[in-house]
């Protein structure tokens, strides 16, 4: 065999091999896509279900308090958690169906990256593949600090769009008394995997909301303050 035909043989080799990896990550890709395309099928499903289990969540949305000054701010936070439990008086706790087998303890919405899921009660590593968690914190519209935590992915599942919300969008939590409560984005920053002081922060037994998330490389962390 001339050098020329074992050069031509190894060249289609590498050709052939360099094909079958670009397949596979075609393939791969498409079902990474699809998958994406499942769950938020079936998330709006499961929410659509919960919302008629729970009745008009529309007319139980506590919204900011935007109108008041500055010296009203801890007066007007304050005022969240009794309106939160004001409107709870007149409803019952529901319970809810099993979201791909995990208990769930309410939705999230945030309009302006267009998504909408079940926040899962506990996290681990199976949950987070199939929608957002609480990893930290009383849970949703409860006085104090919940943490929610989603993954970032490629085919902009879960909290994969957060880096284009800014200060002073709204996030809204609907619990299970079909209580929405509205909440303003005041800070947005990264840090590192190993810092945990946006887990334990108080916040004065006001209810606040903590979204987390993975940098796309995964080297920070990518959090979200909202009250």
Known sequence: MSAETAYKKVLDTFF???LIILIGIAIYVVYKFISAKIINNNSDEFISEFTNEIGDTEGNIITDETT???SDTDSARSSKASKVKSARSSTSKKSANKYYGFDICGYIRIPKTAIRYPIISTLSKQALEKGVCVEYGPGPNEPGNTVIAGHNYLNRLFFSKNKNLNIGDKVYITDLYGVTVEYT?????ETSPQDTSYIFRDTGGVPEITLATCSRNGSARLIIYAK
């Open 16 to 18: 052939i091999i360099l």
């Open 68 to 70: 008041q000054t500055d």
């Open 185 to 189: 984005i005041y800070n947005k920053f």
